[in-house]
């Protein structure tokens, strides 16, 4: 039923769904967070996913402290707020290593926010990483049907992931989760399922993307979702999540040139800018074509989406 609110016909004038809810709670604010995806090592095997480890072509990288702490700072002096640190689930990095980062990122600059997005760990590591200074962690349950869960995610479970959500939030994590729109033989009841769920779980991030194909995966040969139905689930998104900060994520500007300022249109109000060393965001390949937007990039979607750029930290809840 949910899903059939959002795919309906809108009639002529009548704005999408969505789309004041935002304008209500943000205002014209589009918030800027500069991402560091660091290691695009990962000991999962996805299925739709171009680092899982059964992928041998993938170069493979790891940064550096120092690598690591250099693009913090550039980070630091554009004046964004938020740093998020990425990588694929791998264990390359220990809790003590990762705690330390922490610290020093909090250190060089205590008003940072710091975004984690590092998968599944131990339950210990998320309680370290928060008593350290990260305030937020990004796990997406990606779908809600146990069975698909387990085909697409060899060794995962849901029920896991979702424990895992459940214990961030119990923790005062701001927790972002989010799904897959558009994954082979997933059905409009599992996206009505992650829309139900997140409205129970009014996540502080909604990272909703469509599937986009990876070369050298089990789902390279088949077909993404048309970006119309991705913008209307966003929009969706946005009216059930009115206070949820919603990415325009890069994987919807590989289905559409446009897709970045498409997603504001629909209540999107985060970008995401790269920081990555370009050499190593090129094997960061999540999928086929994924964009690089630099901070120039992001400043100027914003300004033809007619939005105002906001460098702030833009906690959980907005009020
Ligand atoms: S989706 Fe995440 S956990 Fe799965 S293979 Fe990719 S990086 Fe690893």
């Known amino acids: 039923m949910v899903l059939e609110v959002c795919l309906r016909k809108p009639k002529q004038k009548e704005s999408l769904p969505g789309v004041d809810e935002n304008k209500a709670t943000f205002g014209r604010k589009v918030f800027m967070r500069g991402v560091i995806e660091f290691c695009n090592y990962c000991h999962w095997d996805c299925f739709y996913c171009g680092l899982r480890r059964s992928n041998r072509k993938l170069r493979r990288y790891a940064l550096r402290e120092e690598e690591i702490m250099r693009m913090v700072r550039r980070i630091v002096s554009l004046g964004i707020k938020t740093v998020v640190l990425q990588s694929g689930d791998s264990n390359i990095y220990s809790r003590k290593f990762l705690v330390a980062i922490i610290k020093k990122i909090k250190k060089l600059d205590a008003s940072l926010a710091i975004t984690l997005s590092l998968g599944e760990r131990d339950f210990d590591d998320y309680r370290a990483f928060y008593e350290a200074g990260a305030e937020r962690y990004l796990l997406k349950q990606e779908v809600m049907d146990r069975r698909l869960y387990a085909k697409l995610h060899p060794g995962q479970s849901l029920s896991h992931r979702l424990k895992i959500l459940a214990f961030l939030k119990k923790l005062s994590y701001q927790v972002g989760c989010g799904f897959i729109i558009g994954l082979p033989q997933q059905s409009e009841k599992d996206i009505e399922n992650n829309l139900k769920f997140m409205q129970e779980f009014k ?117």
């Open 203 to 319: 996540p502080a991030m909604a990272a909703i993307g469509p599937f986009v194909p990876a070369k050298n995966t089990p789902l390279a040969a088949q077909p993404p979702p048309s970006l119309k139905k991705v913008l209307k689930i966003i929009s969706l998104v946005r009216r059930i999540l009115p206070y949820s900060y919603l990415p325009a994520t890069t994987a919807l500007n590989s289905l559409a040139p446009c897709g970045y300022e498409r997603a504001l249109a629909e209540g999107c109000n985060v970008l995401m800018s790269n920081f990555t060393p370009f050499s190593q965001a090129k094997l960061y390949a999540l999928y086929n074509q994924k964009h690089f937007l630099t901070f120039a990039a992001a400043k100027d979607i914003i300004n033809r989406a007619g939005r105002q750029l906001s460098l702030e930290r833009a906690d959980y809840p907005p009020f």
